[in-house]
């Protein structure tokens, strides 16, 4: 069974995970050598209500790690510390994606600028700031932001595109579901654009953003628009 969620999402999320395809949704009841596990990968859904939703965020698909994929979007479990006194955690510096984003919220933040070293990053006063990766993806959801992906599962790195495709289905029905709401879609990267083919989709406010994976992401000015208002690194 795939675990039920007990809050306002249930509705919806069963109505979604009705429109995959028949023998997918018996993989996902059945198989185990896919993470998140059936446990987990609807977790998104479980720690921020539908009334406190005012973005989703879309990525591609979870990290292909067991360790790393926990059900959220960008939120790598295998990462604790967001600093060290070096500047950034050297598991956060290993991360791309994750490193080119924090870069992005201390350029927001007027702490960066052209030079984006671990010395710059050193060098900055981080008593404002929040500690552990745990504290960004709840300083996300207290702005109002799922971290979703457009694959919820992962197997191997050559059956991405496939597991993209069959949640097309899933996503084109939540976001029909959740098209009376005020919610903001956030686009990143190439995966996520492709949801524009959805009809439904016109209905949204959307932010188009390149993926963090790209450096260009850390100067991108829509990005700092978006992300700068919600000050995503600072402690209450």
Request: with cysteine; proline share 3%; net charge positive.
């Amino acid at each position: 069974m795939i675990e039920k969620l007990s809050n306002s999402w249930q509705e919806i999320i069963d109505s979604a995970l009705g429109e995959l395809d028949s023998e997918y949704l018996k993989f996902l009841k059945e198989d185990n050598s896919y993470f998140p596990d059936r446990e987990n990968f609807l977790n998104a859904f479980k720690t921020l209500s539908l009334e406190d939703t005012k973005y989703i965020l879309f990525g591609q698909d979870p990290y292909p790690r067991k360790e790393s994929a926990i059900g959220y979007a960008f939120i790598d479990g295998k990462v604790k510390e967001i600093f060290s006194k070096n500047g950034l955690s050297k598991e956060v510096n290993k991360a791309t994606s994750l490193r080119n984003f924090i870069k992005t919220l201390l350029v927001c933040d007027k702490k960066l600028n052209d030079d984006l070293s671990q010395n710059a990053i050193s060098k900055i006063d981080k008593t404002p700031y929040i500690k552990t990766l745990h504290d960004l993806r709840v300083n996300f959801e207290k702005n109002g932001v799922l971290l979703l992906n457009t694959a919820l599962v992962f197997t191997t790195k050559e059956e991405s595109k496939k597991h993209i495709k069959e949640w097309r289905a899933f996503v084109n029905k939540l976001l029909e579901c959740l098209k009376s709401y005020d919610i903001e879609l956030i686009l990143f990267g190439v995966a996520a654009k492709e949801l524009q083919k959805f009809q439904v989709v016109q209905r949204y406010k959307k932010h188009i953003l390149p993926h963090p994976y790209n450096i260009s992401f850390i100067k991108d000015k829509n990005a700092h628009e978006l992300f700068g208002k919600m000050r995503l690194l600072h402690k209450e």
